[in-house]
């Protein structure tokens, strides 16, 4: 089981991005450059071609082995150079150094339906992308009832695709995919597309191929996928890898560059005083924040979704005063107010007076967000006014979680909210 | 186990022993432009059938009819279709060979394969065509009851020249195609160019004067069909040698070079497609 299936040493690839590349895209430059200077070639090149164009290094001296049975999720922003260790690895481009090794047979999906023709029948288009996808016409033969199964479009066979719905389009076109059975399955984003229950099915038929000791090695930006299903994380970063082990982690790692270094706020501990965000009328009342997690714990910046949360709050009041009430906000990193937790929405809340040194205790017994990052302002009010108010106080990074317990949550919006459906077709409602 | 390493320049150690272990693929690939070449249409493979006739008529009518161009005894119509089959198999072949990786391009990018296999499978399909066409030939011979020489055996030998200029030919413009694509405008203009000084529709040694017939020659085409000529209308057409020889050699030349260009700059074609 401990066998590498794939080992990347040393990969590194350069891409020249000429200033003067796109121009020349073009016989007509090409002759231009000639005809204005004519003798240039006779020039040194080296130099020239050093004025003119600037290397650019997607990859530059990644190493990392794959052992048989992982699946690993390769995470990473923009330009931080997935696509381009799939493009090597798919050989569809070559690496300027280092080498890759494979074991088995492995196929790439960097886009479903590769080659997929318009004009050409489901069937005719089955065989054709099979071939693509690199099955022999014997093994597409024997597996070719059950990819149609699998595609559900048994009754549109004979039609040809591109009278297709985008969703039958895709099935199809994964169906093909999921049916190649290779030992090594290099995966990019496919899973964005499709509606939830193929995307479920989708999935299901990765999972099944890891119980097979399959090797999965699987792009995407959907981080609550690469949760989902990968055993392992690699975190990439302009080219290079920045982290290399279990996916949540992994995954952590990538949200925490995203946001640059951490922050002092991302502590358990909160200065209030320090803030310089604070407005300038206010005395700083609100002095500590202290934020647990459900057992008491420090926060340490991160919650699953839909799990609870404690905070403290202390504040040094500067005169007795009746009716104090201190909050919690949640903001989006955009500055949308998201929720509010305060005092003032407790039914039997202390109205007497205060003075001196004074503690809220705050419980959020669930906390059900969308995976991301969120900023906490606290504020303090004294009756209806705003006696003190620190923005930013605090960030808390929301990792996704099972939180209906079905394997899909979604990652966009803000809340997690609680749903049931039931769904009846109408001759089941004209039944009931 | 099956087992790749993948380093740089390592493609083009198994360069053959891929483009074999693809050879499956490339079938799919001249399956699939097969098929889709007359799907929706009206005659479907009629057309193959269809568009040789119809340009015959119209050639015999105004080079033979017309222009009273001479045909040393034979039926105009069978002259031109031993010069208008090969060349409409080879500008075809050429345009679509040309075409062939931009029209792939989806396929180029996101799937590995020696990308040699897209322009041959393009000519492959221009061949089938040329095949059916070639067809409307053995009728006009039947109608005229003009019986072709024995030299008619060398035919396949100058379908195949013709295949491999087409070939030579093409991998060099679908080379360029994928970085220039002014090719796309200058193919066009280099078949219709092509179509007057090749001897489509007329004999072109009643024609060009005797001390030009050498660099006339120079066209690879002139050697193809003056041997299609001599296989079809036997002795009363002599082959012309030089041209032959002018036409193998070119052939030779692009083909190898055209190779050789084409493997240089297929690594790159993912990147600048």
Redesign the interface.
């Known amino acids: 089981m401990d066998h590498s299936v794939i080992t990347v040493e040393n990969l590194s690839k350069r891409?020249i991005i000429g200033h003067q590349r796109a121009p020349t895209?073009?016989?007509?430059h090409?002759i231009e450059a000639a005809v204005r200077s004519p003798f240039r070639w006779l020039r040194s090149r080296n130099q020239e071609k050093k004025a003119q164009r600037e290397e650019f290094w997607a990859l530059n001296d990644v190493s990392f082995d794959v052992k048989r049975g992982e699946v690993v999720g390769l995470i990473g922003g923009n330009g931080a150079g997935k696509s381009t260790i799939l493009?090597?690895?798919?050989?569809?481009?070559?690496?300027?150094?280092?080498?890759?090794?494979?074991?088995?047979?492995?196929a790439?999906l960097?886009?479903v339906g590769?080659?997929f023709?318009p004009?050409?029948t489901g069937r005719?288009n089955i065989?054709?992308n099979g071939?693509?996808?690199g099955m022999?016409?014997e093994e597409i033969k024997r597996k070719f009832d059950e990819i149609v199964a699998f595609s559900e479009i048994e009754k549109f066979l004979d039609t040809?695709v591109k009278r297709y719905s985008s969703g039958m389009y895709v099935r199809l076109a994964f169906a093909v995919a999921a049916h190649l059975d290779p030992?090594i399955l290099i995966v990019d984003e496919v899973l964005a597309v499709g509606d939830v229950t193929f995307q479920k099915k989708c999935l299901g038929k990765m999972q099944e191929a890891q119980a097979r000791s399959r090797t999965v090695l699987f792009v995407s930006h959907n981080l609550s996928a690469v949760e989902a299903f990968c055993t392992r994380g690699i975190v990439l970063s302009k080219g290079r890898v920045v982290f290399d082990g279990p996916t949540k982690p992994a995954i952590q790692h990538y949200l925490d560059s995203l946001r640059g270094t951490r922050p002092p706020s991302y502590g358990d501990v909160i200065d209030l005083c320090a803030f310089g965000s604070r407005p300038d009328r206010y005395p700083p009342q609100l002095r500590t924040l202290r934020l647990y997690d459900e057992t008491g714990r420090p926060l340490g910046g991160n919650l699953s979704a839909g799990a609870g949360m404690k905070a403290t709050i202390h504040v040094e009041l500067e005169q007795p005063a009746a009716n104090v009430n201190a909050e919690i906000s949640f903001l989006t990193l955009d500055g949308d107010r998201v929720c509010t937790a305060s005092s003032a929405y407790e039914k039997c809340r202390d109205e007497s007076r205060l003075s001196g040194s004074v503690v809220f205790r705050c419980e959020i017994p669930s906390l059900p967000l969308v995976a991301g990052d969120y900023k906490l302002n606290v504020g303090l009010y004294i009756g209806q006014t705003e006696a003190d108010l620190v923005e930013d106080a605090a960030r808390v990074a929301v990792s996704w979680s099972d939180y209906y317990g079905t394997g899909v949550a979604p990652m966009h919006g803000v809340f997690l909210l609680n749903n049931r459906w039931a769904v009846a077709t109408a001759a089941d409602m004209v039944l009931a | 186990m099956h087992q790749l390493t993948i380093e740089p320049g390592r493609a083009e150690h198994h360069y053959w022993k891929d483009l074999w272990k693809y050879r499956e693929l490339f079938y799919f690939l001249a399956w699939r432009d097969l098929l889709v070449r007359y799907k929706q249409t009206l005659v479907g493979i009629a057309w193959a059938f269809l568009r040789p006739a119809l340009t015959m008529m119209v050639l015999t009518v105004v080079f033979g009819k017309f222009a009273k161009l001479p045909a040393a005894g034979v039926p105009y119509p069978i002259l031109v279709l031993c010069g208008m089959l090969p060349w409409q198999f080879f500008s075809t072949a050429l345009a679509e060979c040309g075409n062939s990786l931009v029209h792939n391009s989806s396929l180029v990018s996101k799937i590995y394969f020696p990308r040699l296999i897209v322009p041959a499978s393009s000519v492959i399909v221009s061949l089938v065509d040329f095949m059916v066409s070639a067809s409307i030939l053995a009728l006009v011979l039947l109608w005229y009851q003009y019986l072709p020489s024995a030299h008619i055996f060398f035919l396949p030998l100058f379908v195949g020249l013709a295949f491999a200029a087409a070939f030579g030919v093409g991998l060099w413009i679908a080379a360029f195609m994928v970085r220039y694509r002014d090719f796309r405008l200058i193919v066009p203009f280099m078949v219709q160019i092509g179509f007057y000084i090749t001897p489509v529709a007329y004999l072109y040694r009643e024609v060009v004067p005797e001390k030009f017939l050498l660099l006339y020659a120079l066209n690879p085409m002139v050697g193809v069909i003056d041997g299609f000529r001599w296989c079809v209308l036997g002795g009363q057409h002599v082959l012309y040698w030089p041209a032959q020889a002018i036409t193998v050699g070119w052939t030779v030349l692009l083909i190898t070079t055209g190779i050789w260009y084409f493997r240089r700059v297929e690594r790159t074609f993912a990147d600048v497609i």
Do not use: C, M, N, W
Not at chain 1, 25 to 28: E, K, L, Y
Not at chain 1, 87 to 106: D, F, N, V, W
């Open positions: 891409y895209d073009g016989v007509r090409v493009k090597i690895l798919s050989r569809i481009t070559e690496p300027t150094k280092g080498r890759i090794q494979l074991e088995g047979r492995s790439s960097l886009e590769t080659g023709h004009e050409l005719e065989f054709l071939a693509i996808l022999s016409k040809p030992d």
